[in-house]
């Protein structure tokens, strides 16, 4: 028979799937808000944001009850914590969407410009990215997780590209400088959102095995042979 605290682990990871859903939604519509120059788009980010926001407070509230109702074993209490962190990090995804949006809002009011970077392509990297990092918390699979680590790298370097390219283009069209900041704003969010994945892998990781892989550090040699809560 399944216990409180077991159900309440099930809902847990549930809610935060849902919101990690919402929050990869948010992301493509602020993508797509840029890419049609449509700001009812960008209006749907807005309003998606306050349904993350809402889910972030519902999730702290049930990881607290958990804590506050037993003292759970090691791996249940690292799958809390790392629901807690990974809380945090969509709801800023979801911020960051709403920056990407707001960007694109402003761009519509623009004349179009010719941007000489893809953010399609690195909007498509970011997604993978996050998708990936959700799909390594369901399948509670360490490796899934090293293999978003492994890919923070190429955006970052979309990243450094894009600063190089637009910079240029502002110093060559300086009447256009206001137009091409945004664009380079989007890019600079779309390399937060990485970071954020990145983020939620490396809580993925520690909840599997218990190794910090922050910065590179690992706090055990042992992985828990089953890193699934107990539920």
């Given at each position: 028979m399944r216990t409180r605290f077991q159900l309440g682990l099930d809902e847990?990871?549930?809610?935060?799937?849902?919101?990690?859903?919402?929050?990869?939604?948010?992301?493509?519509l602020a993508a797509d808000a840029y890419r049609k120059r449509d700001g009812r788009l960008a209006q749907q980010v807005f309003e998606r944001e306050k349904l993350i926001n809402q889910s972030e407070r519902t999730i702290d509230e049930?990881?607290?009850?958990?804590?506050?109702?037993?003292q759970p074993m090691a791996t249940d209490l690292r799958f809390v914590l790392a629901v807690l962190k990974i809380n945090s990090d969509l709801e800023r995804v979801g911020d960051l969407a709403v920056n990407i949006a707001q960007r694109a809002v402003n761009l519509a009011q623009e004349p179009e410009i010719e941007v000489p970077v893809d953010i399609t392509r690195m909007t498509t990297a970011v997604s993978t990215m996050v998708r990936r990092a959700l799909e390594s918390f369901l399948s509670a699979k360490s490796e899934?997780?090293?293999a978003v680590l492994e890919m923070d790298s190429i955006v970052d370097?979309?990243?450094?590209?894009a600063f190089i390219s637009l910079v240029g283009q502002m110093k060559a069209h300086p009447e256009r400088i206001r137009a091409y900041l945004d664009v380079l704003?989007?890019?600079r969010s779309l390399e937060r959102i990485a970071d954020?994945?990145?983020?939620?892998?490396?809580?993925?990781?520690?909840?599997?095995?218990?190794?910090?892989?922050?910065?590179?550090?690992?706090?055990?040699?042992?992985?828990d042979t089953d890193a699934t809560p107990n539920h």
């Amino acid at each position: 028979m399944r216990t409180r605290f077991q159900l309440g682990l099930d809902e847990l990871k549930e809610r935060l799937l849902e919101m990690g859903g919402m929050a990869e939604a948010a992301i493509e519509l602020a993508a797509d808000a840029y890419r049609k120059r449509d700001g009812r788009l960008a209006q749907q980010v807005f309003e998606r944001e306050k349904l993350i926001n809402q889910s972030e407070r519902t999730i702290d509230e049930l990881s607290v009850d958990l804590l506050a109702m037993q003292q759970p074993m090691a791996t249940d209490l690292r799958f809390v914590l790392a629901v807690l962190k990974i809380n945090s990090d969509l709801e800023r995804v979801g911020d960051l969407a709403v920056n990407i949006a707001q960007r694109a809002v402003n761009l519509a009011q623009e004349p179009e410009i010719e941007v000489p970077v893809d953010i399609t392509r690195m909007t498509t990297a970011v997604s993978t990215m996050v998708r990936r990092a959700l799909e390594s918390f369901l399948s509670a699979k360490s490796e899934v997780a090293q293999a978003v680590l492994e890919m923070d790298s190429i955006v970052d370097r979309m990243k450094d590209e894009a600063f190089i390219s637009l910079v240029g283009q502002m110093k060559a069209h300086p009447e256009r400088i206001r137009a091409y900041l945004d664009v380079l704003l989007i890019s600079r969010s779309l390399e937060r959102i990485a970071d954020h994945a990145t983020n939620i892998a490396e809580d993925v990781i520690f909840w599997v095995s218990g190794d910090d892989v922050r910065h590179n550090v690992r706090l055990s040699q042992e992985p828990d042979t089953d890193a699934t809560p107990n539920h």
